[in-house]
């Protein structure tokens, strides 16, 4: 109706009346370049109220379209029945469904199966999830389902919009399923509040779609064994973890299948391909989200711990990143519910947006860690992230020097940050001096693990070794301390001779202020653990090294005499065959051992170690020879610490071992005592 003039009241009256008949969202009301309000309707405007069509629905255009043939024939080839497809085949029976799943899962083709089942061409429809499905209306014929995806809000729908199609689609012999992401409490609310039923899809077994989508690739089964054959022992677990999800596991059929990896491809190859394809991908998917910044740097540095230090030390960064009280500030919620600054978002989905997932394995005593499903990626996102935001370089380092204090943490730290300097060809190298030397107690030994795994890349080595050498005379007590950690063979596989030089060169430079002697218990413990970890040469090298140290008067001469009897107190079955099979090594044994009793802050413990050495010969024949050439050595050399500890033996209670040796030790002491005489 467009009035050409102002209706007289008793019109008006007639007009209001009919328009009171109509419900709100059967009136459509156009007015270009006008306001729409309750008032009186003049100046151009125009109401339209369209006729209902054939069994109460409206022809209103809705956002729908078909789903394509040929799509719709390779989601049916390549299907994996879930383990919950039976139940949802019958679910559909009733004309409407709700299918709730994880985005990625498989979701969309399980449902597009479902529709399709038992017909050879099926017509299917996919329906926008923003279209008002209380004014939809299946056509009358020629499509056999509808599938609408993600509704906004399926709370909103009640109960008689969905029975209101039931017959509509029975006479069409269509079904219609809709797919909702997975939430605490909605299979329930949704049963209640529809009364439709409700079926949770599980994602199917991931190495059978793994198959499914090879095999469709290639029909020939020699081919498809040859290609898996090609990967090493190992490769297709790593390709495929439990709990992959589909899509991930279709990748990984296709990188087999893909042009020039076909045909044989390692598994280092298939795993660095996608890799290269999935890093990229989740990067974009974080770059606008601080949060999820945050947890893929802490998956891809801490993945394979348990997810409390994962979240926790995304909760770091984001900290590090917008300090308390700055605009903009994210704060960090609690392990399995909200993180970072999305409160809405569940640890589960952040997972899942980054291709990570949660693993409880009772069997290996590892409960509860996170990981990428491809740690791999890991690597590809530092190469993505250093090329297009070296900006965030500075900060990152700062994050990753401040790990948490457990070995295993400070050494993943020290990996992120080789694997930076790798990825900058090296340039990142020079924020590490800021860093070490910063409040940060881990920071020294994250260091120390980043330089050795930056000393084995080719891209770093020559970087790496200049400041393993720079730092060792530096003036900074903590530069010198991540070179002693570098040198500790737990770190990495620093060789034997440079590792010794540093350490001589580390003790030369120390003083005698607090941060300085610092450094001598780690000097200490490095030259016991590199003895400790080291073959028959190793240890035969460090003693020739110690040997060449232990002069009295100096510094390094006193941190041999310290770490002497330490290592003389392990593995005492490879002393007693090295001093009897190598000459060299007793000769360097007998002035250690005599340098350390020489010192008094040492005396007491290569005393004890001597004892305890005694006290394992006795009545032990190749021990026993071990022990003698070892105190006829020390007779031979006369050090006056010596001589202390003989007369502290033969003083000694009866019931101390040693007396017998020492006894004979010292009458071969008192023989060659030349006799004093007077004028």
Known sequence: MVPSE???????????????????????????????????????????????????????????????????????????????????????????????????????????????????????????????????????QGVHGYLVMEPPDPLELRAWDLSRLEAPLAEAGAHLVIVLTDAPGLAGALKDHLGVPVVRHRSPDPRKVFA???????????????????????????????????RHAAQAAEAILRPGLAGGASGAEVVRHLAQAEGPEVVARAQSDPALLAHLLSIGVYGGL?????????????????????????????????????????????????????????????????????????????????????????????????SGPEGEEIERAGRALAAVAVATGGRSLDLLRDVATSSSPPAPEVIACCLVAAVQKPATARTATDLLEQWSIAPEPPLRK???????????????????????????????????????????????????????????????????????????????????????????????????????????????????????????AMRDVLLTWCSEADGTEHPAWALNLLLDGLVAARQPGFLRWLLAVDRGPEAMPGKEPAARALAAWRSNTPVLTSD
Request: proline residues 7%; contains cysteine; charged residues 20%.
């Open 6 to 140: 102002t209706p007289k009241t008793g019109d008006l009256d007639a007009v209001m009346a009919a328009l009171g008949a109509v419900t709100a969202r059967d009136l459509v009301v156009v007015a270009p370049h006008g306001t729409v309000n309750t008032g009186f309707v003049t100046g151009g405007q125009r109401h339209s109220m369209p006729a209902p069509t054939e069994g109460g629905t409206t022809t209103t255009p809705m956002r729908q379209g078909p789903v394509r043939a040929k799509y719709l024939r390779t989601a049916r080839r390549r299907f994996v029945p879930p383990p919950c497809f039976t139940e949802a085949l019958a679910a559909i029976d009733s004309g409407v469904a709700v299918l709730l799943g994880e985005p990625g899962t498989g979701r969309e083709t399980h449902a597009l199966n479902l529709l399709a089942h038992g017909r050879e061409e099926p017509v299917l429809v996919q329906v926008d999830g923003a279209v008002n499905l209380s004014r939809w209306g299946p056509r009358a």
């Open 212 to 246: 499914a989508h090879l095999s469709d690739g290639c029909s020939e089964e020699p081919r498809r064994a040859q290609w898996l054959l090609a990967l090493e022992s190992g490769r297709l677990d790593e390709l495929l973890p439990e709990g992959l999800p589909p």
């Open 306 to 402: 348990h997810h409390s230090v994962v979240t926790e030390r995304a909760g770091d960064l984001l900290r590090l990143a917008n300090p308390v009280g700055e605009s903009g500030s994210v704060a960090q919620g609690p392990p399995g519910h909200s993180v970072g600054g999305n409160p809405q978002r569940s640890l589960s989905e952040t997972l899942r947006l980054l291709g990570a997932h949660r693993v409880q394995s009772v069997a290996e005593k590892v409960t509860d860690t996170v990981s990428l499903f491809w740690p791999a990626v890991s690597e590809v996102v530092w190469e993505v992230l250093c090329r297009d935001r070296s900006d965030l370089l500075p900060l990152l380092h700062t994050w990753l020097a401040g």
């Open 482 to 604: 991540a070179v002693a950690y570098a040198c500790h063979p737990d770190r990495g596989q620093i060789p034997e001779e440079q590792a010794l030089r540093l350490l001589h060169q580390l003790m030369e430079t120390l003083d005698d202020d607090s941060d300085g002697l610092s450094l001598v218990p780690v000097i200490i413990a490095t030259l016991v653990q590199r003895f400790e970890a080291g073959d028959s040469r190793a240890r035969a090298t460090l003693l020739c090294r110690m040997r060449d140290w232990a002069d009295p008067e100096t510094v390094p001469g006193l941190l041999t005499a310290f770490a002497f009897p330490v290592i003389a107190g392990t593995d005492r079955v490879w002393w007693s065959d090295e001093l009897l099979a190598r000459a060299e090594s007793a000769v360097n044994s007998v002035q250690l051992a005599g340098h350390a009793l020489n010192e008094s802050s040492t005396f007491a």
